[in-house]
């Protein structure tokens, strides 16, 4: 059997990289747990928030160990946390020694996200498809599908350069109202509010409030909390984009009301 210290390091690891990729507090903090069953460590605690995690096991013995653990809010990647949830699985089972569990994770480590390409038209597709959803025509939606587009482009660049999420989605949501508001000065008998509206779907942050919210009912109020005040700070960056291009497109055109 594997030292505290090595079984302690894999499930703190892999609470780490599900809670980095987007996985819930209580899924995070139930994995830790039966991972350090499974390599039987008897006598542990397991705290973990949104953004950390605390774990000590066997204080009362020699081979004592204690890990904290900062992990900032990130993107959600699905697939990592599929792959993690199979590999807890297996640990629990018995049919994993740590060597092989710690090949396993540094696999789901380097699961890839999405090609570039393939991200940007998925992100085009989606935004036309809101846009015609909140009530857009045919027009607003090709119009959304090319600022949906331009959207993913803008974010790809701007996580290539390690730009903060407050000002990813400043850009991002001023960038599609600038364009749906060009694609109106153009003289296009487009909806420029349904663009907008269906464009900035992709920066919304439905996940951060609903896992708030079931934060919540949980009793985990301090991580409910970090991940309400995370959501409507990027609310808050969102209408701050759409706000200052369309202060700016009546200043520039005279008072116009749109």
Request: charged residues 15%.
């Amino acid at each position: 059997m594997p030292t505290t210290k090595e079984a302690l390091s894999l499930a703190v690891e892999t609470g780490d990289l599900l809670l980095r990729n987007g996985a819930e507090v209580y899924r995070v903090e139930d994995t830790v747990m039966h991972i350090l069953d499974a390599y039987q460590v008897e006598n542990y605690d397991v705290y973990v928030l949104s953004n950390g995690i605390f774990a000590s096991a066997n204080e009362d013995r020699d081979d004592a160990c204690s890990m904290v653990r900062h992990v900032p809010l990130g993107t959600t990647h699905l697939g990592r946390i599929a792959a993690l949830n199979q590999l807890s699985r297996e640990i629990c089972a018995g049919d994993l020694p740590i060597s092989e569990a710690w090949e396993r994770l540094e696999a789901c480590r380097s699961l890839p996200y999405g090609k570039n390409r393939v991200n940007v038209l998925f992100c085009g597709i989606g935004c036309s498809c809101f846009a015609y959803l909140f009530g857009g025509g045919a027009l607003d939606a090709a119009v959304a599908f090319l600022t949906g587009m331009a959207l993913q482009w803008l974010l790809i660049r701007q996580r290539r350069r390690k730009s903060s999420k407050f000002l990813k989605n400043i850009l991002g949501s001023a960038l599609v109202t600038l364009l749906a508001l060009l694609a109106l000065s153009a003289g296009l008998p487009v909806h420029y509010d349904k663009i907008i509206i269906g464009s900035i779907m992709p920066l919304v942050p439905g996940m951060a409030f609903t896992t708030s919210i079931r934060d919540f009912f949980n009793g985990d109020y301090l991580s409910g909390a970090i991940h309400m005040i995370d959501a409507v700070l990027t609310a808050f960056c969102i209408a701050v984009g759409v706000d200052t291009v369309i202060t700016l497109y009546r200043f520039l055109m005279g008072g116009v009301l749109l």
